[in-house]
């Protein structure tokens, strides 16, 4: 597990503890009220934990079919490979792309929609200039 992970769920399970005490030191009129609100914080919190990276997945799908569809206007008669970073610390709607008849670059992508697309990286070989590059976009297409 991630670091950044561990401590998003150490922080909540400290936080739901923390609301879990002061709920049983309220009185017993509003203490069933204020368990049954530390339950479903709880129960919000276990469903983020284990929805997201399923929800992240399923935009990625998405950003890529995007992207391809870009790419296929852009440069036509090409192919390509589109993978990207795992990891909590990457983007991950962050997509490399590395054409076949550019083998050594990778160019990253930022797929906000369809029609926000945006070169925003890419890795060069040692010794050439990113204009180099068959495929690098000037900043702001």
């Known amino acids: 597990m991630h670091p ?11 936080c739901v503890v923390l609301l879990f005490i002061i709920a049983m030191l309220i009185p017993k009129k509003a203490r069933k009220i204020s368990l049954f609100l530390v339950l479903s914080i709880t129960l919000v919190l276990i469903s983020w934990f284990a929805v997201r990276p399923y929800w992240i997945d399923y935009q990625v799908s998405i950003k890529t079919e995007q992207l391809n ?8 008669n090409q192919e390509w490979k589109i993978d990207r ?12 792309v590395t054409f076949e008849n550019e ?3 990778t160019y990253s992508y930022l797929v906000r929609d369809n029609q926000t697309i945006s070169q925003n990286g890419y890795s060069v070989p040692d010794g050439k200039s990113p204009e180099d590059g068959q495929h690098h ?3 702001g297409q």
Request: proline content about 5%; glycine content about 2%; charged content about 25%.
């Open 4 to 14: 950044i992970t561990v401590i998003e769920i150490t922080a909540s399970v400290i």
């Open 69 to 76: 569809l870009y790419l296929k206007q852009k440069y036509p």
């Open 85 to 96: 970073k795992v990891g909590r610390q990457y983007n991950p709607y962050s997509l490399d």
């Open 103 to 105: 083998k050594d670059w």
């Open 137 to 139: 976009e000037t900043t």
